[in-house]
């Protein structure tokens, strides 16, 4: 019998093997590689992208993985903050300034300064609410997080806009891969906090790609990790749990005394069979939004004038946002070296017009926008290029999520849960959770075998 199993190899779930190392315990992957929704792949001094991309910074478990793991990260050194849209790229600048640098009819210009305001007001709200208070667990701050503005939409909230001045915040708030009708207006809010730059931002990306960090972990646990193995169900028995599942087309099954159920909320709702009705039932009504994005290498050899840019926002565009991925080998060069890589991000209704078309169909339609953004010869410089999409991506708060959290926390007897659907910070609530997950399982192990070792020897007949 194992002492652990856990069931998914993305980053919660890897980050729950790593700090279950010391453990014997194995991962079960239903795909044939780790990472989940990240996926990047080397070319070279650059890489290609087309997942998570930045990360927390200091004090964050995100910060105490990467230094467990010897992965180095560094802050974004490029603008996050540039835009394209109507014909104007603006290359830097706060967002606040946004309606009056961008050509828009009249009524949008003031659409969009009434509910800037609004939102602004908010925001500062929200930082408070956000704000790590002295002696307060990380469980009672997120509640805290979900509670803020949770009664209604994130449209109802801004009310309607003008056209111009709905894409403005849509294309903000829709990273979140919920549209402004479907995600909460605390959510929304805290999209603008982050992307602001108050509160705990994600603004540091991993040197090498994101998936160096879900690779070195596996390599490190190495045939701990099982790849092909779909889980088909989890089942709870008075002394342990047993898990079968699929691999090589043979029906198998394996036996262990705690497990991390480290899947999409909906993935455990269906194979977490006989978890309690109320458990299951909040995992059922957890909402995601689909991702489709494009990844491309190019081979300029001059500097070109995004450089010094790694976010461009792109109202009105196939995708919400291109994200320069070679920008962290600039900010690390002396001298401006050939190549380059970027990514276009397609979430929530963006993402929904695209999931049915062909890989070709998306990088067409992706680099013909990107190309009319960028100028400068970018198309010609295209040598590679490659779509992912994920139908079930990033889980978004919706209006009500608030009172599902306390549920999702209690987890049950011997399963843990973890993934990024349990917070509000993409890339560090998985991480978190999978640390959280990982701490409930090696206590139970380490109080059950204490327990075992004291039980007195039966008496001699």
């Known amino acids: 019998m194992k002492d652990a199993i856990v069931i998914g190899a993305g980053l919660a779930g890897l980050s729950a093997a790593w700090r279950l190392r010391h453990w014997d315990a194995v991962v079960l992957e239903a795909d044939e590689r780790v990472g989940g929704r990240i996926r990047s792949e080397r070319r070279g001094r650059y890489w290609l992208n087309w997942g998570g991309h930045v990360f927390a910074g200091a004090d964050s478990s995100t910060d105490a993985l990467l230094n467990e793991v010897g992965v180095a990260a560094m802050a974004v050194p490029g603008s996050l903050q540039a835009l394209a849209m109507n014909g104007k790229f603006l290359r830097k600048g706060h967002i606040a300034t946004y309606p009056f640098r961008i050509p828009m009819p009249t009524a949008a210009r003031i659409g969009t300064l009434r509910a800037g305001l609004k939102v602004v007001a908010e925001v500062a709200r929200y930082t408070g609410v956000v704000r790590k208070r002295p002696g307060e667990s990380g469980a009672a701050r997120q509640q805290r997080i979900?509670?803020?503005?949770?009664?209604?939409?994130?449209?109802?909230?801004?009310?309607?806009?003008?056209?111009?001045?709905?894409?403005?915040?849509?294309?903000?708030?829709t990273r979140s891969a919920g549209d402004m009708d479907q995600i909460s207006a605390g959510a929304g809010i805290g999209y603008f906090s982050l992307v602001l730059g108050f509160g705990q931002g994600l603004?540091?990306?991993?040197?090498?790609?994101?998936?160096?960090?879900?690779?070195?972990?596996?390599?490190?646990l190495g045939d701990r990790v099982r790849l092909?193995?779909?889980?088909?169900e989890v089942v709870r028995k008075p002394g342990s749990v047993v898990v079968r599942y699929r691999q090589d087309g043979v029906d198998r099954e394996v036996e262990a005394r705690t497990v991390v159920l480290a899947t999409t909320a909906d993935v455990s709702h269906r194979i977490g069979v006989d978890l309690p009705d109320e458990l299951r039932d909040a995992l059922g009504r957890i909402e995601y939004g689909p991702h489709v994005s494009s990844a491309f290498l190019t081979d300029e050899t001059s500097a070109r004038p995004w450089d010094d840019i790694y976010a461009i926002a792109a109202p009105k565009r196939s995708f919400a946002i291109a994200l320069n991925q070679a920008n962290l080998v600039r900010g690390t060069e002396s001298a401006r070296q050939p190549g380059g890589s970027f990514m276009t991000f397609s979430p929530a209704s963006l993402g929904r017009a695209l999931l049915d078309k062909t890989d070709d169909e998306v990088v067409r339609t992706h680099l013909a926008d990107l190309d009319q953004i960028l100028g400068h010869g970018f198309a010609d410089s295209v040598v590679e290029a490659?779509?992912?999409?994920?139908?079930?991506?990033?889980?978004?708060?919706?209006?009500?999520r608030a009172k599902l959290q306390s549920t999702l926390t209690r987890g049950a007897d011997r399963v843990h849960l973890a993934g990024d659907y349990l917070g509000t910070l993409y890339t560090e609530s998985a991480i978190t959770s999978g640390f959280s997950a990982a701490q409930e399982a090696a206590s139970f192990l380490a109080t059950e075998r204490q327990t075992h070792r004291a039980a007195p020897a039966p008496a001699a007949v």
């Open 146 to 173: 979900y509670d803020f503005a949770n009664d209604r939409s994130f449209q109802d909230f801004v009310g309607h806009l003008p056209e111009d001045a709905a894409a403005l915040f849509r294309t903000t708030v």
């Open 203 to 220: 603004s540091r990306g991993i040197v090498g790609g994101p998936s160096t960090l879900t690779e070195t972990i596996a390599a490190a």
């Open 228 to 232: 092909g193995a779909a889980v088909q």
């Open 386 to 400: 490659e779509a992912a999409r994920w139908a079930v991506a990033s889980p978004y708060s919706f209006p009500g």
